[in-house]
């Protein structure tokens, strides 16, 4: 059954907004750039076994001008950090990084002067990913989360006061970036999980996915839970 069935009429409405995020996410070629240890993880990410070709990502590009998408596997000493600058600085808006593993996100176990203590402080990091060295399925589950949250960023700078306005009112959505994997590819899951984020409440969700049936309610005013 064909995409052109499911609509009706033939006829699909959005914004240009979740189009043009929606192709950007869905296209992210990441640079071939891998550090240490956490770079076999990323390799073999991309071959068979998990193939990253099912996200369009199968493609890593050696030159930085062709990828947006930066994946920090491994330490960054002081040595290549200048030329990681670079690498970033070569690749072209809108561009992305993902700091894989605790080497890259903090220094990890070297905490010396060789080592910058994060990439942060050489560019900006979009998503942190734990782990020494991390499995290839948490850098899937990473690189899915920085997808949701692609699709949630602003476009055009009045979109983004318009947002920036809205978090500062409280009223704005979270990106909701710790959306499980699992709840994410399923549509009705997916569509529970954004209204248990609205109003607050993801533990109870957490608790209804594993079967549990407690439910999470505010103590009344004055009184402590169990008396």
Known sequence: MGLEEKLPSGVLLTTVEKLVNWTRKSS???????LA???IE??????GRYDLARF???????????ADLMIVAGRVSQ???????????????P?????????????????????????????PV?????????????????????????????????????????????????????MPSTVRVDKEKRRAYEEAAAERRTGQFAIEQRGGAAVLLNPPPGKKHGR
């Open 79 to 93: 040595k290549m950090a200048p030329v990681l600058r670079q690498i970033y600085d070569q690749m072209p808006e």
């Open 95 to 123: 561009r992305w990084v993902l700091s894989m593993g605790v080497c890259a996100s903090s220094g990890g176990m070297f905490n010396n002067y060789a080592i910058v203590q994060g990439v942060d402080h050489i560019v």
């Open 42 to 47: 990323m390799m073999a990410s991309g071959a």
């Open 28 to 34: 992210l070629w990441p640079a071939t750039f891998g």
């Open 126 to 178: 979009d998503m942190y990913l734990p782990g020494c060295p991390p499995r290839p399925e948490m850098l899937m589950d990473a690189i899915l989360k920085l997808h949701y949250k692609i699709m949630n960023e602003p476009l055009g700078p009045k979109r983004e006061r318009q947002l920036e306005r809205a978090r500062e009112e409280g009223t704005a959505p979270d990106l909701l970036v710790e």
């Open 56 to 66: 369009g990502m199968e493609v890593f590009r050696a030159s930085p001008r062709q």
């Open 37 to 39: 240890c956490c770079a």
